[in-house]
């Protein structure tokens, strides 16, 4: 069993920058690829970005691909997501989550609660 807390939401301006972190319980973490979601008010859950176990091969969504970084400490069980140039539609409640290493949703097995962020224009 892995549970999953996710920090660092909160509120940004457009251009400006968060950094979300997912500290991850249990002693498999660097068992898992660990991926981020978000969803948008009135959207599906859409992917963002992943990271394999090491933390040596990642895939991101278009949408956030040159803004967006992806990175996971397996000493300390957490994974990060560095946000820059934010822009108003990236307003979405974003979770953390620890599967395979996909870009599908249906292939992660534990999730976070979400943290929310909210970009200003």
């Known amino acids: 069993q892995v549970q999953l807390v996710e920090s660092g939401g909160g509120l940004a301006q457009a251009g400006g920058s968060l950094r979300l972190s997912c500290a991850a319980s249990g002693r498999t973490f660097n068992s898992y690829a660990m991926g981020w979601f978000r969803q948008a008010p009135g959207k599906e859950r859409e992917f963002v970005t992943v990271?394999?176990?090491?933390?040596?091969?990642?895939i991101y969504a278009d949408s956030v691909k040159g803004r967006f970084t992806v990175s996971r400490d397996n000493a300390k069980n957490t994974v990060y997501l560095q946000m820059n140039s934010l822009k108003p539609e990236d307003t979405a409640v974003y979770y953390c989550?620890?599967?395979?290493?996909?870009?599908?949703?249906?292939?992660?097995?534990?999730w976070g609660k979400g943290t929310l962020v909210t970009v200003s224009s």
């Open positions: 989550a620890a599967g395979q290493y996909s870009r599908n949703a249906k292939g992660m097995n534990y």
């Open positions: 990271t394999s176990t090491t933390g040596y091969s990642t």
